[in-house]
């Protein structure tokens, strides 16, 4: 496997370790039991099945190929898109398409929506947006290649690119609102990271390790802290991005770093309140108790959300390529590189379900409507699971 690296304006692919995850048990369960053991997937591991969980529906809306997508929720409504452009609106109870259409570019990234808009992002920064009945309502130009879905408000339309930059631009006519630079490491992963807004804010995890928050109606910087800070004598020893979107629940903006920790941040001012060494590629999860990630070799840690104290940890998962997790009830859902949506219990980590999908990577953390999570995979397949 190759690692994506962003060197100041140059794409450039560097051999790098494979970060997979799974869980021992049964070696006939293995797929990949022929694999070098340090890297192999664990085989799923057999328990007593106590949540029930059963499969709604599923589409197939085409491969994802390189980049990361995700399905964005609103109201009865789920929108998806694919790597060739295509984007999908459909029920989220039924999986019933209301349209389908396709973008004049191949994507990057999405999706991100509210009533107004459907955003979406294409290949060399363009940025695409549609109103709810699929017409193209305008396009603009980023700075540079999108990864990271848009966040949508009721005003504007907010992103991320590779070169460290984030762009608003006016949700009715795609004119440019403001634009904050940030500085850029030498060398920095080419990872997802998020955009999260709440009440007037939006919360951005960005390379080099730092976590900010920007007022909507400027982009003036409110706060800036310290998501991890970088270590060792080499550029790549000293990479500290920030990976996924920040979780916030309980007044904390929380989130996790490459080659750095987790840890959670006082939601006004940015002071910080707890951290913990964890290396992670994928986003964390919080609810009003705990936060919940998962670390390069695929353990799933669930940490105390005041003060930040160990509660249980999951190895059962190792290699298995987890994904961003999500707290749902009395359940954590995360998904991992061979297709499967594993259900831990929220208290003790204990396995409570698990269901395949189509065998190919689920590519970030579920989405919840109601009583359904929602994912979808590299290959393409949009899957919808009812839970009890």
């Known amino acids: 496997m190759k690692m994506n690296f962003f060197a100041r304006g140059l794409l450039f692919s560097l051999s790098g370790v494979l970060f997979l995850s799974g869980c021992s048990s049964l070696s006939w369960l293995n797929p990949f039991s022929k694999e070098d053991p340090k890297t192999a997937p664990a085989p799923l591991q057999v328990f007593n099945t106590t949540m029930s969980v059963k499969q709604a529906w599923s589409l197939n809306l085409g491969s994802a190929q390189d980049y990361?997508?995700?399905?964005?929720?609103?109201?009865?409504?789920?929108?998806?898109?694919?790597?060739?452009?295509s984007i999908v609106k459909v029920n989220a109870s039924t999986g019933q398409a209301a349209w389908k259409i396709k973008a004049e570019?191949?994507?990057?990234?999405?999706?991100?929506?509210?009533?107004?808009?459907?955003?979406?992002?294409?290949?060399k920064g363009v940025l695409f947006a549609f109103n709810s009945d699929g017409k193209q309502r305008w396009k603009a130009q980023a700075s540079s290649e999108i990864l990271s879905a848009p966040a949508v408000t009721d005003n504007l339309v907010i992103i991320q690119s590779i070169d460290n930059r984030i762009t608003a631009f006016d949700v009715d006519s795609g004119a440019q609102k403001w634009?904050?630079?940030?500085?850029?490491?030498?060398?920095?992963?080419?990872?997802?990271?998020?955009?999260?807004?709440?009440d007037q804010l939006a919360y951005i995890s960005t390379s080099g390790g730092k976590l900010i928050?920007?007022?909507?109606?400027?982009?003036?910087?409110?706060?800036?802290?310290?998501?991890?800070?970088?270590?060792?004598?080499?550029?790549?020893?000293?990479?500290?991005?920030?990976?996924?979107?920040p979780a916030l629940?309980?007044?904390?903006?929380?989130?996790?770093?490459?080659?750095?920790?987790?840890?959670?941040?006082?939601?006004?001012?940015?002071?910080?309140?707890?951290?913990?060494?964890?290396?992670?590629?994928?986003?964390?999860?919080?609810?009003?108790?705990?936060?919940?990630?998962?670390?390069?070799?695929?353990?799933?840690?669930?940490?105390?959300?005041?003060?930040?104290?160990?509660?249980?940890?999951?190895?059962?998962?190792?290699?298995?390529?987890?994904?961003?997790?999500?707290?749902?009830?009395?359940?954590?859902?995360?998904?991992?590189?061979?297709g499967f949506l594993h259900f831990l219990s929220r208290e003790d980590g204990a396995f409570l379900a698990r269901m395949?999908?189509?065998?190919?990577?689920?590519?970030?953390?579920?989405?919840?409507?109601?009583?359904?999570l929602i994912v979808q995979t590299k290959s393409g397949a949009v899957v919808a699971f009812a839970t009890e």
Not at 68 to 85: M, Q, R
Not at 220 to 240: D, N
Not at 314 to 325: E, F, H
């Open 68 to 85: 990361s997508f995700t399905p964005a929720v609103v109201g009865s409504d789920v929108y998806a898109a694919s790597a060739d452009g």
């Open 356 to 372: 395949p999908t189509d065998g190919s990577k689920i590519l970030s953390a579920p989405v919840a409507v109601g009583n359904n």
């Open 213 to 245: 928050s920007l007022a909507l109606n400027n982009g003036g910087l409110r706060w800036e802290a310290t998501g991890a800070e970088p270590k060792g004598a080499t550029e790549l020893e000293r990479i500290v991005d920030m990976s996924g979107a």
């Open 179 to 198: 634009a904050v630079e940030r500085p850029l490491p030498i060398l920095t992963l080419r990872m997802v990271t998020g955009i999260v807004v709440k």
């Open 249 to 338: 629940a309980a007044g904390n903006a929380c989130a996790s770093s490459y080659q750095g920790r987790v840890a959670c941040f006082d939601l006004t001012n940015g002071s910080l309140k707890w951290a913990k060494n964890l290396s992670s590629e994928v986003g964390v999860a919080a609810d009003e108790r705990f936060v919940f990630a998962a670390d390069n070799s695929g353990s799933v840690y669930a940490y105390d959300m005041n003060g930040g104290a160990s509660v249980w940890k999951n190895d059962k998962l190792t290699n298995r390529g987890l994904a961003t997790p999500v707290s749902f009830g009395r359940a954590v859902a995360i998904g991992d590189r061979l």
């Open 105 to 123: 570019l191949p994507l990057t990234a999405g999706v991100g929506a509210n009533q107004k808009v459907v955003a979406v992002a294409g290949q």
